[in-house]
C-alpha cells in the first residue's frame, strides 16, 4: 500500500486488529520474501491495490496448489506496481474469480485451494475511505494517520474472522479467552513442541479458566507464569476426539 497511505493502511490496521482481539496465529510476509508463502495457511490482502504481474501470478499459483486467500477490499489487484491502472485485474484475471465496488462477501474455491472475499471493513467511526478523508481534513495535511480514539473493533471484525477461518481450512489452535488477552503461537519443530504466550492487557481483573482447543495430537501440556503460582493444567478430549487443554486461570 505504500503508494496510497489512505485506505490500504486504515484497511491494514483494522485487519491487525482484528486478528489480534481474535487470537488468529499470523505473522508478516514480505513481497522480496513472497516465495515463503507456502509457509501460510492463508494470505490476508488488506486492499493491496498495487501489484506487478509477477506477484499476481504467484499469489495465484499459491492458491491454486492448496493455499486459502483472504481479499479485503475491490481494490485489491486494481493497479501495477506504479499504481498505473490494469486493463484487467491482475489478481482476479488469474483467479478465475471476480470482485468489484459492487461485490458482496463471498467465498470460492479455486483449484485446490480457497478465496475468500470482504468488501471493506468497518470501524465504527466509519469506512476505511471516511476515516482517511476525516483524517486529512483535521490535520490539513496530505498524510495520514489512524488516531488512537479511532482504533476500535471493525464492526464486521466477526465476519472477518469467519471468512479467514474459512480460507485457512481452519486452525491448529482455536482459543477460548477474552479479547483482552493477546496470544503468540510458536512453533519449535526440532523440539516438536508448541509455545502458546498468553498476557492479560486488562488488569483490573484475572482471567478466569480458559480452553485452547487444539487439532494436534497433544500429549503433555505445563503452564508457567512469573505471577506468583503455576496455574493448573490438564487435558481432556471432546466428544470428536479433539483435545483440550484447560488452564485454570491467570492474572
Known amino acids: 500500500y505504500a503508494l496510497n497511505c489512505g485506505t490500504p493502511l486504515a484497511t491494514q490496521l483494522l485487519a491487525r486488529d482484528t486478528m489480534i482481539r481474535g487470537h488468529v496465529p499470523f505473522g508478516y510476509l514480505l513481497e522480496a520474501h513472497r516465495n515463503e508463502m507456502r509457509e501460510f495457511r492463508a494470505i490476508v490482502l488488506p486492499e493491496i491495490e498495487c501489484m506487478s504481474e509477477a506477484e499476481a501470478r504467484d ?80 490535520k490539513q495535511s496530505f498524510y ?52 502458546i504466550q498468553l498476557v492479560n492487557f486488562e488488569l483490573a481483573r484475572d482471567v478466569g479458566a480458559l480452553e485452547i482447543r487444539c487439532r494436534l495430537n497433544v500429549r503433555r501440556a505445563q503452564a508457567f507464569t512469573p505471577d506468583g503460582k503455576v496455574p493448573k493444567v490438564d487435558v481432556a478430549r471432546d466428544v470428536h476426539g479433539m483435545a483440550v487443554v484447560r488452564v485454570a486461570g491467570f492474572r
Open 59 to 138: 499469489i495465484a499459483a499459491y492458491v491454486r496448489g492448496g493455499g486459502g486467500l483472504l481479499v479485503l477490499g475491490a481494490n485489491c489487484g486494481r493497479y501495477s506496481e506504479f499504481r498505473r491502472v490494469h486493463r484487467r485485474n491482475a489478481l482476479t484475471s488469474r483467479l478465475g474469480v471476480e470482485w468489484s465496488d459492487a461485490s458482496s462477501a463471498f467465498t470460492a474455491r479455486v483449484g485446490r485451494g480457497r478465496v475468500a472475499f470482504l468488501p471493506q471493513l468497518v470501524s465504527p467511526e466509519g469506512a476505511p475511505a471516511e476515516l482517511a478523508k476525516d483524517d486529512k481534513v483535521e
Open 144 to 195: 495520514w494517520g489512524l488516531r488512537a480514539d479511532r482504533w476500535r473493533p471493525p464492526i464486521n471484525g466477526a465476519e472477518m474472522l469467519r471468512l479467514l477461518e474459512w480460507a485457512a481450512g481452519g486452525y491448529h489452535f482455536d482459543a477460548v479467552v477474552p479479547d483482552t488477552v493477546v496470544m503468540e503461537f510458536i512453533r519449535q519443530r526440532k523440539l516438536k513442541r508448541h509455545l
